[in-house]
């Protein structure tokens, strides 16, 4: 199976692909997915600034804690899946 061949390609046409898919690739690699290095962080800054901006929306006597940390998990849940 080492020989299988799926369909036949010019030779030179062949290495052209191979040399624009490889540097798409490398490309990606370099300018693409380095942005999200540090996504870790940017959630937890997201969740942060959510908690923050509904700190005064929380009252004690009526709300569970958990409850608003439990959004501030959705909040950085969905920054991380955009």
């Known amino acids: 199976m080492r020989n299988f061949v799926a369909f036949k390609m010019w030779g030179p046409f062949r290495k052209h692909l191979v040399k624009a898919h490889t540097f798409y690739v490398d490309q990606a690699k370099k300018r693409l997915l380095t942005s999200f290095e540090n996504i870790e962080e940017e959630v937890q800054a997201e969740m942060d600034i959510w908690l923050e901006q509904t700190n005064h929306l929380f009252d004690p006597e009526r709300h569970d804690p958990g409850e608003f940390y ?7 849940i969905e920054f991380y899946e955009l």
Do not use: F, L
């Open 70 to 76: 439990e959004k501030a998990n959705d909040v950085g």
